[in-house]
């Protein structure tokens, strides 16, 4: 539970930072912004492989990169689905996506499964037994 908590502050951390970078998007208030990052773990874990699964053919024919419109759609969805929550038009969304999805790649360097933090110390010139 404190694994789940903690990385729903840091996508609201992510999110509140692409609203205060990107001039089309606008969280009005905290509780909004908590609503809006657990609704997008919610449809992370829902919709996100839906939609990953049935673009496949073209994800893979663009190495990849639609994932990057798919991570747009997904933060276009949360705002389209919650009051107070507004997204400009696609190309907020695809900066704000980045910028969340920057957020959480940085945070999961240092925040374990359980919500640990976990800090790896490589030492050099020593011998592992």
């Known amino acids: ?8 502050l840091v996508t609201a951390l992510g999110l509140a930072l ?14 909004t ?7 997008l773990g919610i449809v992370n874990a829902v919709v996100r492989p839906l939609a990953v699964l049935f673009t496949l053919p073209l994800t893979l ?20 689905l919650l009051d107070g929550f507004h997204i400009a038009g696609f190309f907020a969304a695809l900066i704000g996506s980045l910028i969340v999805s920057f957020t959480s790649w940085i945070a999961s360097w240092t925040i374990g499964p359980r919500g640990r933090v976990e800090i790896l110390v490589v030492r050099r010139g020593e011998r592992l037994p």
């Not at 539970?1 to 729903?8: A, K, S």
């Not at 912004?33 to 609704?39: C, G, I, K, N």
């Not at 024919?61 to 389209?80: P, R």
């Open 18 to 31: 692409a609203a205060a970078l990107v001039p089309g998007i606008e969280i009005a208030g905290s509780v």
């Open 1 to 8: 539970m404190p694994g789940f908590l903690i990385r729903m």
């Open 33 to 39: 912004l908590l609503a809006a990052a657990l609704l």
């Open 61 to 80: 024919l663009t190495l990849g990169l639609f994932l990057l419109v798919i991570n747009a759609a997904m933060l276009g969805l949360v705002a389209w």
